[in-house]
T-cell receptor, first 117, second 112 residues
Framework: AQKITQTQPGMFVQEKEAVTLDCTYD???????LFWYKQPSSGEMIFLIY??????QNATEGRYSLNFQKARKSANLVISASQLGDSAMYFC??????????????FGAGTRLFVKA | NAGVTQTPKFRVLKTGQSMTLLCAQD?????MYWYRQDPGMGLRLIHY???????AKGEVPDGYNVSRLKKQNFLLGLESAAPSQTSVYFC???????????FGEGSRLTVL
């Protein structure tokens, strides 16, 4: 069954340091996509980065990179050079392909990141 | 460009009342989703649709119904509201399987 697990309810990081937010997933569909979203205290959902199951390279978007380890079924988000504005809730999400899941997109419980000055 | 619009933004209901949340997108997206967000539980998928006239159950579909009569609209209905349905509801859409979700601003529903 499709499942996303984020085991870190809260994380602290010093400004300008890098931080890794963990995400593991489970699916029987060979075709799937992994996403990370940010939710600031204002409540909107902001897309950060995408990784496809067949992508050979780890995805990167500015200060965000996705450490994709397919055999371990993990898709950790790495934020480099943390900024105070990175303090937010972060969600990992997965969408299955054309299999039984049929484009269903589910989310993990989230990790709240606190950036310290 | 409006994107994804949810109405209403806030609503207070009494137990047993019914209501409909409307999600409208102007981006010609095929896929639309309804989620609820509760503290500590992330976003849980209620129902979703992969095209006009089609709907499918998500993780927590009980107590909710949906309809997608027009491609741009995805309606979420509560036939008999319960206090356990107090939550923030998000609608989202995307145009392809590898595309990111575009979210509405959320609708805060309180059931007394």
């Amino acid at each position: 069954a499709q499942k996303i697990t984020q085991t870190q309810p809260g994380m602290f990081v010093q400004e300008k340091e890098a931080v890794t937010l963990d995400c593991t997933y489970d699916t029987s569909d060979p075709s799937y996509g992994l996403f990370w979203y940010k939710q600031p205290s204002s409540g909107e959902m902001i897309f950060l980065i995408y990784q496809g199951s067949y992508d050979q390279q780890n995805a990167t978007e500015g200060r965000y990179s996705l450490n994709f380890q397919k055999a371990r079924k993990s898709a950790n988000l790495v934020i480099s050079a943390s900024q105070l504005g990175d303090s937010a809730m972060y969600f990992c999400a997965m969408r299955e392909g054309r299999g039984a899941g049929g484009f269903k997109t589910i989310f993990g419980a989230g990790t709240r990141l606190f950036v310290k000055a | 460009n409006a994107g994804v619009t949810q109405t209403p933004k806030f609503r207070v209901l009494k137990t047993g009342q019914s209501m409909t949340l409307l999600c409208a997108q102007d981006m010609n997206h095929e896929y639309m989703y309804w989620y609820r967000q509760d503290p500590g539980m992330g976003l849980r998928l209620i129902h979703y649709s992969v095209g006009e006239g089609t709907t499918a159950k998500g993780e927590v579909p009980d107590g909710y119904n949906v309809s997608r009569l027009k491609k741009q609209n995805f309606l979420l209905g509560l036939e008999s509201a319960a206090p356990s349905q107090t939550s923030v509801y998000f609608c989202a859409s995307t145009w392809k399987n590898t595309g990111e979700l575009f979210f509405g601003e959320g609708s805060r529903l309180t059931v007394l």
